[in-house]
């Protein structure tokens, strides 16, 4: 019978442990990014999520730029939007509208079962010998085009969709946490000291200063199970209306004033769990190096060109669209390049009820009527050419 082992029944010492994966943090409203593990939230239009990589990252800062002013103020309120539908805190700044005024705009969700696409209608069968033979030309002419899909979407939805012909019920609004900062109730102060910014920048630095640290944001606070994020909207900054001279003068006093408060604000939100939306009239700031300069503080930066206005307003070509949408930057976080989109032609259009963003796709021929046109001046053209040969016979060569 063998002997009793001394060591059975004690726990054997070793120096080798399991490895574990680092626990993120769990926010309602965000998730991680499949490239570089950084925390992400919607902008309230998926198509730009995907643009941006997956969402807007924590801690970054998203510049719009828009002459006319129509339309990033509609992205500015689907960002909002979606804060108030994920609980997430806001924070507003306006020198012209009211905060409380565009917290009353925001666009009303959508129900799960009205935003799910519906599949295409399967082409009713017609009883018309000269439609069905339209549509065999049709067919024929096209049938080996590859089909191009314009739609930009991800395999796995992020965000809501929203209704932008109804405004948010009042209940749902209410039940956000908001912060406001407008300019007209900060009353600027002569100050005697040389400062770089105006008063109303500095003002709105130290407002989300205190806002950041007293709500708990701050990520030296003790870490909390109720940890959330706070959404910054910054409209129209660079207008004469917050007190900076960019757009009214060719030599301005404080042209560095905007880029100094984009320093500030992009520190604060390094170290804290908030994310910032700014708006820009890039129209009234003629100085281009300047606008580079401030496109480069930016994390992410996207342009957009309305056709309101413009010849290509009234372009068939450019029916189905209202503009043009450029990504000027992609931020590259926890990684050494960023992940740039696939397509570089992309237009946004607002229809009825949503405001989305495609790849530019130009049909491959134009309408009937475009076409008559064109066949029209073609015609012209070669009875001027020959009548032009009648007259000069003996030439061999005719030079237009």
Request: glycine share 10%; proline share 5%; aromatic share 6%.
């Given at each position: 019978m063998a002997a009793p082992m001394?060591?059975?029944?004690?726990?054997?010492?070793t120096s080798f442990q399991k490895k574990t994966r680092s626990k993120l943090i769990s926010i309602a409203g965000t998730?991680?990014?499949?490239?570089?593990?950084?925390?992400?939230?919607?902008?309230?239009?998926?198509?730009?999520?995907?643009?941006?990589?997956?969402?807007?990252?924590?801690?970054?800062?998203?510049?719009?730029?828009?002459?006319?002013d129509s339309y990033s103020r509609m992205i500015f309120k689907y960002f909002l939007a979606e804060g108030v539908v994920?609980?997430?805190?806001?924070?507003?700044?306006?020198?012209q509208d009211n905060p409380d005024d565009i917290l009353q705009e925001l666009p009303a969700p959508i129900l799960d079962d009205i935003a799910i696409h519906k599949p295409a209608e399967q082409p009713r069968l017609s009883s018309e010998p000269q439609e069905s033979l339209d549509a065999m030309k049709i067919a024929w002419r096209y049938q080996n085009l590859p089909k191009v899909q314009s739609a930009l979407a991800s395999s796995c939805r992020f965000g809501h969709y929203y209704d932008?012909?109804?405004?948010?019920?009042?209940?749902?609004?209410?039940?956000?946490?908001?912060?406001?900062?407008?300019?007209?109730?900060?009353?600027?102060?002569?100050s005697s000291t040389h400062s770089t910014m105006p008063?109303?920048?500095?003002?709105?630095?130290?407002?989300?200063?205190?806002?950041?640290?007293?709500?708990?944001?701050?990520?030296?606070?003790?870490?909390?199970?109720?940890r959330n994020i706070l959404r910054i909207g910054l409209h129209s900054l660079g207008s004469a209306l917050w007190g900076d001279d960019l757009c009214c003068h060719d030599n301005p006093k404080n042209g560095h004033s905007l880029t100094t408060f984009l320093y500030g604000l992009r520190a604060l939100l390094r170290s804290s769990l908030s994310v910032a939306v700014?708006?820009?009239?890039?129209?009234?700031?003629?100085?281009?190096?300047?606008?580079?300069?401030?496109?480069?503080?930016?994390?992410?930066?996207?342009?957009?060109?309305?056709?309101?206005?413009?010849?290509?307003?009234?372009?068939?070509l450019y029916k189905d669209y209202h503009g043009l949408l450029y990504v000027r930057q992609i931020p590259h976080l926890n990684c050494l390049a960023s992940k740039l989109p696939d397509h570089k032609d992309l237009a946004f259009k607002l229809k009825r009820k949503q405001f989305t963003i495609e790849r530019l796709h130009l049909p491959p021929d134009l309408s009937e009527?475009?076409?008559?046109?064109?066949?029209?001046?073609?015609?012209?053209?070669?009875?001027?050419?020959?009548?032009?040969?009648?007259?000069?016979?003996?030439n061999k060569h005719l030079d237009f």
């Open positions: 001394s060591g059975v029944g004690k726990p054997s010492v998730r991680p990014s499949v490239q570089n593990g950084q925390l992400l939230v919607s902008t309230g239009v998926t198509s730009l999520d995907y643009l941006l990589g997956g969402g807007l990252a924590v801690g970054t800062v998203l510049l719009i730029e828009d002459r006319y994920c609980r997430h805190e806001l924070f507003v700044a306006a020198a932008v012909s109804k405004t948010m019920e009042p209940e749902i609004r209410q039940a956000a946490k908001f912060h406001r900062f407008y300019v007209p109730e900060h009353p600027t102060q002569s008063e109303s920048y500095s003002a709105l630095l130290k407002s989300l200063q205190e806002v950041i640290h007293r709500e708990g944001f701050d990520l030296a606070a003790p870490m909390s199970n109720s700014v708006t820009v009239p890039s129209h009234l700031i003629q100085d281009r190096a300047l606008m580079g300069s401030i496109t480069r503080l930016c994390d992410n930066a996207i342009a957009l060109e309305s056709f309101k206005g413009s010849e290509r307003e009234t372009n068939p009527t475009v076409s008559r046109v064109s066949r029209g001046e073609l015609s012209g053209a070669a009875a001027v050419a020959s009548a032009c040969g009648s007259g000069t016979s003996g």
